[in-house]
């Protein structure tokens, strides 16, 4: 018999995830200072591009599928999958932007945008949950 994990355990994990990938130690400088990002060059830029076309792919991928679901009970979840990966690409072209040099963004605000971007891919993912149980 598999012993589940509570929420609490689940909950503690996520948030440990998110502190972990998206805060990174550079962006917990004092305020007002610039911080120079160690990943600044042609292969953080490229993988950066990279990324960026992914997210897009995956944001037209999924207004396709709203399209094909009209007005249906799982519209709505594949909306707000939409809005996420469009909260997605901005903060990758935040970022392109950053480890190109072309302009100076905050990297906290970078990584809020990614945050809002994860919590929003979530709600989709409860909404479609919810209608498909």
Do not use: N
């Not at 970022?95 to 072309?102: E, P």
Request: net charge positive; glycine share 6%; hydrophobic share 55%.
């Amino acid at each position: 018999m598999k012993k589940k994990k509570s929420k609490s355990t689940l909950t503690v994990w996520f948030l440990f995830f998110v502190v972990v990938v998206f805060f990174p130690q550079e962006a917990f400088g004092p305020p007002g200072r610039i911080v120079a990002r160690s990943s600044s060059g042609f292969l953080p830029a490229v993988l950066d591009v990279l990324l960026l076309l992914g997210v897009l792919f995956c944001f037209f991928s999924s207004l396709k599928v709203k399209s094909f679901l009209k007005e249906g009970e799982l519209s709505y979840g594949f909306l707000l999958f939409s809005f996420s990966f469009a909260i997605l690409s901005v903060a990758q072209l935040f970022s392109l932007f950053v480890s190109s040099g072309l302009l100076y963004v905050p990297l906290t605000i970078v990584s809020l945008i990614r945050l809002l971007s994860i919590l929003s891919l979530a709600l989709g993912v409860y909404f479609i949950k919810k209608v498909l149980s």
